[in-house]
């Protein structure tokens, strides 16, 4: 997958945007504040019409203006394009056309362009608490398959509904019609997180070994709040739970509480890792989500990395470039270039106050 083009109007603040790119690796070079992270922020969302900076779409359209307008052009492995449009408003639904065809679903769109953003706010899969976490890997294995997407939905909109009769005090009866439809979500759900979570894993310690040169070890580790078990037993769990979940007012119990831990020499990474380490972990826990994707696809995703190769010392910032992978197409942000003996191979745009400018020179692929 590669992004060929990109045109934007009033978002963040970027009043307008014509970019063309020809290269595998661009860089986006400026001071802080001129608009180099927010133009990796419009690319990221031409993946899955998330944020990576933030939740919702407030403050995304430029102030003053009344929407905004995001144009992509991908082309596929095979030479196939495609052109994205995705148009908002702060408060509005959105509307995503691919070719020319409005989407109605967000599943029909999830894992059509795949990306992968490395960032420093990745820190919170580590420091902040299981809901981020939850998120990340519902986010994954949604964009990697259809039938976790919608299981995790079924799910939800069961979970809301037995919340909801359970703040009203309603019947065994009327429970149960959600508990059915619980039990039956959450045993993929389940199975779904279990086999994911080792070839993280597995793909998480190769990352991180090669970014440290061998001398720590790095793993996850999942901690369900249940048991796996049969959706009969679940639905049994859930009757023993009723009248202490009517006293919360809510399913205290669930995959909705699911947890996975990094740890680093099998420790909980939280507690006893350097600040440094939680980096190198958070890039590897990255890549490895970008392989993950690439195999589950069959696709390319893109990689956008925001300002985090200048964060590294030497040792890691050289490793992590031989990590990149060498079939991605990476768009790359920095106040200077990772390093001086590598600036002729990245397509260099130069950012001043929301304004691109392809440097004379540049490598073009």
């Not at 995705?86 to 070719?99: G, P, T, Y």
């Not at 939680?278 to 696709?299: C, H, M, N, P, T």
Request: with cysteine; charged share 30%; aromatic share 10%.
């Amino acid at each position: 997958m590669r992004l060929l083009g990109l045109n934007l109007e009033n978002f963040r603040n970027l009043k307008t945007a014509n970019l063309s790119f020809s290269g595998d690796r661009i860089f986006f070079i400026g001071p802080n504040g001129q608009g180099k992270t927010n133009l990796l922020e419009a690319i990221g969302l031409s993946s899955n019409l998330r944020s990576f900076r933030k939740s919702g779409m407030d403050g995304l359209v430029r102030e003053n203006a009344e929407r905004s307008q995001l144009f992509f052009r991908f082309c596929e492995d095979d030479g196939e394009e495609h052109e994205v449009l995705l148009s908002f408003r702060s408060k509005a639904e959105k509307v995503l056309q691919v070719d020319g065809e409005k989407i109605k679903r967000f599943g029909d769109y999830l894992g059509k362009f795949p990306a992968v953003t490395l960032s420093s706010r990745d820190f919170r899969l580590i420091r902040e608490g299981p809901s981020d976490r939850r998120k990340w890997l519902d986010l994954l294995l949604s964009s990697s398959s259809r039938q976790y997407f919608e299981n995790l939905q079924t799910f939800h909109r069961a979970l809301r509904g037995r919340n909801a009769l359970l703040k009203k005090g309603s019947g065994e009866s009327e429970l149960l019609a959600f508990e059915h439809i619980l039990s039956e979500a959450t045993v993929p759900l389940q199975a779904a997180r279990k086999n994911s979570i080792p070839m993280l894993a597995d793909s998480l310690e190769k990352h991180y070994s090669f970014l440290c040169g061998g001398t720590e070890k790095a793993s996850l580790r999942y901690h369900p709040d249940w048991p796996e078990m049969t959706s009969e037993e679940i639905l049994d769990r859930l009757a023993e739970d009723r009248e202490r979940d009517r006293i919360m007012g809510m399913t205290r119990r669930g995959p909705h509480r699911d947890d996975f831990v990094f740890l680093l020499e099998d420790r909980d990474a939280r507690n006893y890792s350097s600040e440094g380490q939680q980096r190198g972990l958070v890039l590897a826990i990255r890549l490895a989500e970008y392989f993950y994707l690439k195999d589950s696809l069959r696709r390319i995703p893109l990689l956008l990395a925001d300002d985090v190769l200048g964060e590294l010392d030497q040792e890691r910032k050289a490793n992590f470039r031989k990590l990149l992978p060498p079939q991605a197409q990476v768009f790359a942000t920095g106040t200077e270039f990772p390093s001086k003996d590598e600036v002729d191979m990245w397509e260099t745009f130069r950012v001043s106050d929301g304004t691109f400018t392809k440097a004379e020179g540049t490598r073009n692929g």
